[in-house]
């Protein structure tokens, strides 16, 4: 068996009423909270003010969209005058991502462009992040138990990350009972990222005991949780896709992921489109590609996945891929063109994926 390390927060709390105990968790690091939401407070409304009745003081910053340079500007400008104790992210990917970057950079001597890959320096952090606490509120990126934050850079039209292994969480709670009632449509583009990260982890020549364990249980049960979903509020399948969501983020922290997200990473950044939406679209297509071209234990790997996915979708495995492709555009998941790629674009697009 070849050597392989895992990486992932120190705790993890998953299940229906985690959540009630992150104010506690929370406090344990200090009395001055950082606590970045998405665009609604809704669902961190109840944390913050328990943390406020308990005597922290919070400071709050809303995260409306996918982070991008000029936001994260912003928002470190903001938070660096506050000098919190710990930073607290409730809300979609885009929240967490925007919390881990701000936990990252408060205590850094250096600009955002030192540690930005590709775009940036690239280099790594000189001083410990802040503590970071994640919950998140969607099933999908997985962000709450990796090492990176996903940055949009619009002067260069590429979404890059900051990474660091000491960016990962030292608390991630996954409570699905933040998720119920999601908007269908977040609910559908945030689900089959969570499908495409157990799919790609596991077909990725970097897999893992780990990894397998992981990603094989899980990528029959999300996308047949997912189904339930687009067919009407499902508390059982809330709880099964924040699971596979958890599964993923672990499993591509420590085995990685594929042609999907290496051409979603650029296709966002030069369309502004939801990630998820993008993956969603992506995923049949880049199956079937792979499909046509492997070999040996590769080909092995992708008719199980594709198995497990045609389980859900009542397709044999050779089926899947358009299966999944179809079932994605009934349910209402927009084409690439209706998301901003325009056909002139492809080969600038393919090129910079590689």
């Known amino acids: 068996m070849t050597p392989f390390g895992i990486a992932q927060p120190g705790r993890i709390l998953f299940g229906r009423g985690t959540a009630a105990q992150a104010p506690a968790l929370i406090r344990g690091f200090g009395a001055?909270?950082?606590?970045v939401t998405g665009a609604s407070m809704a669902r961190a409304q109840p944390l913050v003010a328990t943390l406020q009745d308990a005597g922290a003081q919070v400071l709050i910053l809303p995260c409306a969209g996918e982070p991008d340079l000029p936001g994260l500007e912003t928002a470190l400008a903001q938070a660096r005058p506050f000098a919190a104790a710990v930073v607290?992210?409730?809300g979609g990917g885009a929240a967490l991502d925007m919390g881990k970057a701000l936990a990252a950079l408060i205590p850094a001597p250096g600009g955002i462009m030192d540690?930005?890959?590709v775009v940036g320096r690239g280099l790594p952090l000189r001083v410990d992040p802040l503590?970071?606490?994640a919950l998140p509120t969607t099933s999908g990126t997985g962000a709450?138990?990796?090492k990176n934050a996903v940055i949009g850079v619009p002067d260069h039209r590429r979404k890059v990350s900051l990474r660091d292994d000491r960016m990962i969480a030292r608390v991630a709670i996954v409570d699905p009972a933040l998720t119920d009632h999601c908007p269908r449509g977040v609910t559908l583009a945030s689900g089959l990222d969570a499908v495409t990260q157990v799919v790609e982890p596991f077909v990725s020549n970097r897999a893992t005991p780990y990894t397998d364990a992981l990603c094989a249980p899980a990528m029959g049960r999300g996308m047949a949780a997912l189904v339930r979903l687009m067919q009407g509020e499902d508390a059982p399948a809330r709880d099964d896709l924040a699971w596979v969501s958890l599964c993923g983020g672990l499993a591509l922290a420590n085995g990685g992921l594929g042609a999907v997200h290496g051409l979603a990473g650029v296709i966002g950044g030069w369309t502004g489109a939801a990630h998820g939406?993008?993956?969603?679209?992506?995923l049949g297509p880049v199956l079937a590609a792979n499909l046509a071209s492997a070999t040996g234990e590769a080909t092995r790997r992708l008719e199980q996945a594709c198995a497990a996915l045609g389980s859900a979708l009542g397709a044999t495995a050779p089926e899947a891929p358009a299966a999944l492709a179809d079932w994605a555009r009934a349910a209402g998941l927009p084409r690439l063109t209706d998301l901003g790629l325009q056909r002139q674009d492809h080969a600038a697009i393919a090129e910079a994926s590689l």
């Open 144 to 146: 709450e138990v990796t």
């Open 88 to 90: 607290v992210a409730i």
């Open 131 to 133: 503590p970071f606490i």
């Open 32 to 35: 001055r909270v950082l606590v």
């Open 277 to 282: 939406a993008i993956c969603g679209v992506l």
């Open 115 to 117: 540690h930005l890959e």
